[in-house]
């Protein structure tokens, strides 16, 4: 940074900005925009009361909200009949039951997925319904007969209120690396796939860095979780800009790490308001997860990597084009998230970005971008791509990811986002890759 940048009088005016974009966003969206959103009820609180109320011979039905491990023993315990039976007669709970069977979870959710579709389908034809509604039903028909389709592993699905869902790509019981994709904000059950612009929604996204890893690492076994297994907020308002929903979201994906079959390594990639939801489970995510890449940070809830409180290496980028850019990184009375993670002083390893297009663009085949989600993903450290210009020493990796915060490029280098495998090693620096598990 230039002494202009870092001088009193910029950073007066930068203060007078955010206050003035929270102004806005109080003026706009209004205080209710922070009470949590409405319609977040439905089918699955009733499938939980049923479960609580139910047994399966003479064992009693475990606590849904029970540590992972503690449900695991429960399943163990039980005959293929009887965790059938439950995956039949209590789909939505035991499909979204972090430490179940993962296979049993892909059946219980194609269950759930068919009574919903039916329930759906009669919605749909009800002659009262507005017009609006009509059309949703319709799309919610459409979302729900694609879920089901043939080869789809739908490890949680919830179709209350706008909806949450996460799809395995590959085998994850017999992976080494799993990948877990973190979107941002507007994901729901509709925004769960697209086919325009495929690869801005969680399932484009994850295919795509699925296909990626298995081309930078054939022989390594893999698997992607496309997770949007939280409420995210709705458009760019007061939500978006507080940490409430990312707190919640936070606490699941804790879960969802810590339940994950086997001994695989785990990198999560957070895309926008995603990375923070990995910022504030940064500091409980279990030892397995050995990687956090953010991309279109707003901010992690963090003022560097050491505040995160996580062994894992913490990874940054940013494309040149991405407005998150101009949000100002701040935390004013709870508004903001903090310092900008790829800033140099934040101490993330900053991560090229070339080839990607705007905000959404960083899992777009071909990019850089994605090349070095994939190169993390297989933990082939030493072939990531280091945004250009960025020369600082990042020291021991296993000390909360930090790329060191007296060396690195000025704004204009990370805004260019270039990089260059042969010149440029500072991110990768004191990683030895590819890493064993």
């Given at each position: 940074?230039?002494?202009?940048?870092?001088?009193?009088?910029?950073?007066?005016?930068?203060?007078?900005?955010?206050?003035?974009?929270?102004?806005?966003?109080?003026?706009?969206?209004?205080?209710?925009?922070?009470?949590?959103?409405?319609?977040?009820?439905?089918?699955?609180?009733?499938?939980?009361?049923?479960?609580?109320n139910?047994?399966?011979?003479?064992?009693?039905?475990?606590?849904?909200?029970?540590?992972?491990?503690?449900?695991?023993?429960?399943?163990?315990?039980?005959?293929?009949?009887?965790?059938?039976?439950?995956a039949?007669?209590?789909?939505?709970?035991?499909?979204?039951?972090?430490?179940?069977?993962?296979?049993?979870?892909?059946?219980?959710?194609?269950?759930?997925?068919?009574?919903?579709?039916?329930?759906?389908?009669?919605?749909?034809?009800?002659?009262?319904?507005?017009?609006?509604?009509?059309?949703?039903?319709?799309?919610?028909?459409?979302?729900?007969?694609?879920?089901?389709?043939?080869?789809?592993?739908?490890?949680?699905?919830?179709?209350?209120?706008?909806?949450?869902?996460?799809?395995?790509?590959?085998?994850?019981?017999?992976?080494?690396?799993?990948?877990?994709?973190?979107?941002?904000?507007?994901?729901?059950?509709?925004?769960?796939?697209?086919?325009?612009?495929?690869?801005?929604?969680?399932?484009?996204?994850?295919?795509?860095?699925?296909a990626?890893?298995?081309?930078?690492s054939?022989?390594?076994?893999?698997?992607?979780?496309?997770?949007?297994?939280?409420?995210?907020?709705?458009?760019?308002?007061?939500?978006?800009?507080?940490?409430?929903?990312?707190?919640?979201?936070?606490?699941?994906?804790?879960s969802?790490?810590?339940a994950l079959?086997?001994?695989?390594?785990?990198?999560?990639?957070?895309h926008?308001?995603?990375?923070?939801?990995?910022?504030?489970?940064?500091?409980?995510?279990?030892?397995?997860?050995s990687?956090?890449?953010v991309?279109?940070?707003?901010?992690?809830?963090?003022?560097?990597?050491?505040?995160?409180?996580?062994?894992?290496?913490?990874?940054?980028?940013?494309?040149?084009?991405?407005?998150?850019?101009?949000?100002?990184?701040?935390?004013?009375?709870?508004?903001?998230?903090?310092?900008?993670?790829?800033?140099p002083?934040?101490?993330?390893?900053?991560?090229?970005?070339?080839?990607?297009?705007?905000?959404?663009?960083?899992?777009?085949p071909?990019?850089?971008?994605?090349?070095?989600?994939?190169?993390?993903?297989v933990?082939?450290?030493?072939?990531?791509?280091?945004?250009?210009?960025?020369?600082?020493?990042?020291g021991?990796?296993?000390?909360?990811?930090?790329?060191g915060?007296?060396?690195?490029?000025?704004?204009?280098?990370?805004?260019?986002?270039?990089?260059?495998?042969?010149?440029?090693?500072?991110?990768r620096?004191?990683?030895?890759?590819?890493?064993?598990?």
């Amino acid at each position: 940074m230039t002494s202009f940048d870092s001088s009193p009088t910029l950073t007066v005016w930068r203060t007078l900005l955010a206050l003035a974009v929270v102004f806005v966003l109080l003026m706009t969206t209004g205080w209710t925009a922070i009470r949590p959103q409405a319609g977040l009820g439905g089918p699955l609180e009733v499938a939980l009361a049923a479960w609580r109320n139910g047994r399966i011979g003479t064992h009693e039905l475990p606590d849904p909200e029970a540590p992972p491990g503690v449900i695991a023993a429960f399943f163990r315990a039980l005959k293929a009949p009887q965790r059938e039976q439950l995956a039949a007669e209590h789909p939505l709970v035991v499909g979204n039951l972090d430490g179940a069977p993962v296979t049993l979870r892909y059946r219980a959710n194609r269950h759930a997925l068919a009574r919903a579709l039916d329930a759906e389908r009669e919605r749909a034809a009800d002659t009262r319904l507005s017009a609006a509604g009509h059309q949703e039903a319709l799309r919610r028909v459409h979302r729900f007969s694609s879920l089901i389709g043939d080869g789809r592993q739908i490890l949680s699905f919830d179709p209350s209120g706008k909806g949450r869902v996460a799809e395995v790509f590959g085998d994850l019981d017999r992976a080494e690396r799993v990948s877990v994709v973190v979107p941002g904000v507007d994901t729901n059950l509709l925004t769960f796939e697209k086919s325009a612009r495929k690869y801005t929604a969680p399932v484009g996204m994850a295919q795509s860095l699925y296909a990626a890893e298995r081309a930078a690492s054939p022989t390594t076994p893999t698997a992607v979780i496309a997770w949007a297994d939280y409420t995210s907020p709705v458009g760019v308002g007061m939500d978006a800009a507080t940490g409430r929903l990312a707190a919640d979201g936070a606490a699941r994906l804790v879960s969802l790490t810590s339940a994950l079959p086997g001994d695989s390594r785990v990198s999560l990639f957070c895309h926008s308001y995603g990375s923070v939801v990995c910022g504030v489970a940064a500091r409980r995510l279990p030892a397995r997860v050995s990687d956090v890449a953010v991309a279109g940070s707003p901010g992690m809830r963090a003022e560097n990597a050491a505040a995160l409180h996580t062994r894992a290496h913490v990874w940054a980028m940013r494309d040149a084009d991405d407005w998150i850019a101009d949000v100002p990184y701040l935390d004013v009375g709870g508004l903001g998230h903090g310092a900008d993670p790829v800033a140099p002083e934040f101490g993330a390893r900053v991560l090229s970005a070339s080839g990607a297009v705007g905000h959404a663009g960083y899992f777009e085949p071909g990019t850089e971008s994605l090349e070095n989600f994939a190169e993390i993903g297989v933990g082939a450290y030493d072939s990531v791509s280091c945004a250009g210009g960025d020369t600082g020493d990042p020291g021991d990796p296993g000390d909360a990811g930090a790329s060191g915060a007296d060396g690195g490029s000025d704004d204009s280098d990370l805004g260019d986002s270039g990089g260059s495998r042969d010149a440029d090693n500072a991110c990768r620096s004191g990683i030895s890759g590819p890493s064993t598990v």
